[in-house]
């Protein structure tokens, strides 16, 4: 099942998504997308509405250097333990919307990563029943200011800005096998990143359990798994799309703010 979060000619709705790539239809989602979601019975066209973040979280946890390959580009080893860090909330774009570059940054960095959605409330998950609390996958573009970053020591800023944070483009439930899916960013159509989840030093269950140790987490709470090695610029006036086996594909353009 795929749910999506919509804007059609009436306002702003969940919705399944329904139907083969290019006839796709939109289904109603009553209320919420959590537990068993209940359709209202309207529907539209895919293509007459407008795709936006799937979710608005509460908070999105993010894990650094989870790929052996992107922490030796970065200049260091991968640590043993997850590393853990926070993107705001007012991060969080659609697909189709602009990565806004800030004026004070000289380098902004894409990061295509797996994004795991949760589903319920819950705390101290063992990792055996991480799936139990998963309601399902997206895409995230991980947008850094990677010169903040060197300079600052810590990522809060480099990682904070508004528009740093694309999601989409929708919640995939029921993924048969998370930890070994394709993943590949493209930049103007060139590939710039290209691996496999199956190279995560620490897995989805893992890091479920390892954030829910250290916070309760809420539903629609999003965890970005990390990226693999070929994050590189933007500039304003490119494409960029972070492609996963199963999950679709997240597009957005770049622009100066």
């Known amino acids: 099942m795929r749910i999506a ?13 329904e139907g083969d790539e290019g006839a796709e239809i939109a289904h109603e989602v009553a209320e919420h997308p959590f537990g068993n979601p209940t359709l209202t019975g309207r529907s539209w066209p895919l293509a007459d509405t407008r795709l936006l973040a799937p979710i608005l979280p509460s908070k999105i946890l993010c894990v650094g250097k989870n790929y ?17 860090f926070m993107k705001p909330s007012t991060s969080v774009i659609g697909p189709g919307a602009a990565i806004r570059l800030p004026a004070d940054s000289s380098r902004v960095d894409y990061e295509g990563e797996l994004a795991v959605v949760i589903g319920m409330p819950c705390r101290d ?6 799936n139990d609390v998963i309601l399902g996958y997206t895409i995230a573009n991980d947008v850094t200011a990677r010169d903040q970053q060197h300079a600052d020591g810590q990522w ?10 694309p999601l989409g483009p929708w919640i995939t439930k029921g993924v048969p096998n998370p930890g070994d899916l394709a993943i590949r960013t493209a930049v103007d159509g060139e590939v710039k990143q290209d ?4 190279q995560l030093l620490h897995d989805v269950p893992k890091l479920v359990e390892w954030v829910s140790r250290v916070m309760t987490l809420l539903p629609g709470d999003v965890i970005l798994t990390g990226t693999p090695a070929g ?8 494409t960029v799309s972070v492609t996963i086996e199963g999950l679709g594909t997240l597009t957005n353009t770049v622009a100066n703010r």
């Open 231 to 238: 994050v590189g610029p933007l500039t304003a006036g490119q």
């Open 68 to 84: 052996a390959d992107h922490a030796a580009e970065m200049g260091g080893e991968a640590p043993a333990n997850p590393v853990i």
């Open 125 to 130: 998950v063992p990792a055996a029943k991480a």
């Open 5 to 17: 979060r919509i804007a059609h000619p009436e306002g702003v709705a969940f919705v399944t998504v």
């Open 195 to 198: 691996s496999r989840t199956s």
């Open 156 to 165: 809060t800023r480099a990682k904070g800005h508004d528009t740093f944070c």
